[in-house]
């Protein structure tokens, strides 16, 4: 009776072990997993070699900028991509079917403009999420592109971008229109910074002198033999 208990006992442990160890094996494959699962693909600049830029323009929409902002592009047969806040958007959807119905391309900004760095990773696809599901229920919209306020990347932001299928598109010339500037000064930096697949970062959701730089910096880009292209297109 003392040996069949024994023996019971110390079979107990034996599979107490043993499934303890298979939770322990599983749990380190899982994490070997997330560790190595697919990055998104970021992109600061496009494919050289054809002429092209994109216009981008961060934090819309408005409904005074943006409205003449497209009609500057309009006028002018650009079309450029729009990384809308979610926030905005439902206040605005107008704008974001405008910019659709007119050709221009929808890029995620999230939806509170949250600067995901300071959050964890819960509210980064949360912030990243809202704004994906705002804009496809409004008009059934997919949109690919994703872009961080500021700028801002790391490893929680890259996994969201790569389970929902993001590109994170970043900038290679930064006008600083949200800085108050002058158009001028915006229309300079441009020129000193353009090349060829250059992707130009300015804002329709910030007061400033964007639109105005817009009406000089559009023909002068094309005098120099540029051609405007979204930034989907200038990636490809």
Known sequence: ????????????????????????RCAAAQSKNRESSPECRVFSRG?????????TFDDGPDPKLTAEILDILSENGVRATFFVVGSNAREHPELIDREINEGHEIGNHTYNHKYLGRVDAKRTEEEIASCDSLIFEHNEYTTRLFRPPGGIMNRDISRVCAAYGYSVML??????????????AICREIYRNVSDGAIILMHDGVRGHTAEALRTVIPELKKRGYEFVTASELIK
């Open 1 to 24: 009776m003392i040996r069949r208990a024994t023996t019971c006992f110390f079979s107990s442990i034996l599979s107490f072990a043993l499934l303890a160890g298979c939770v322990m």
């Open 47 to 55: 494919v050289p070699g054809h002429g092209r830029v994109a216009l």
């Open 171 to 184: 900038w290679s010339v930064d006008t600083r229109d949200w800085s108050g500037r002058d158009a001028d």
